[in-house]
């Protein structure tokens, strides 16, 4: 599935942000709590989400996390990049 038409299945509240949670597990395919490693930078990983709108990035409360919509797209492209430097054919998924 394309993130486009995964994006118009989100609900988005009135300031334009998702949940990550439905981002996490629709797209990159992983539960939220590891999914947010690339937005809190936890254990050592990068934070992809530098420069883009997220709300309540804490990594003690994953489930608070949000992405603004308008983000979404470029986040998974940044995860994409960095997957593929180690795991080629880590994201298959990515269309």
């Known amino acids: 599935m394309k993130v486009e038409d995964f994006l118009k299945g989100l609900e988005v509240d009135k300031d334009g942000y998702v949940e990550f949670g ?3 597990r629709g797209i990159l395919k992983e539960q939220c709590q590891h999914g947010s490693k690339f937005i809190t930078g936890v254990s050592g990983y990068p934070m992809l989400a530098d420069g883009l709108r997220t709300l309540n990035p804490d990594p003690g409360n994953y489930h608070a996390i949000k992405i603004h919509h308008d983000d979404v797209e470029e986040f998974v492209k940044r995860v994409a ?3 593929r430097e180690g795991y ?3 994201m298959r998924w990515i269309e």
Do not use: Q
Request: glycine share 0%; charged share 35%.
């Open 81 to 83: 990049a960095y997957e």
């Open 22 to 24: 439905e981002v996490s």
């Open 88 to 90: 080629p054919d880590a």
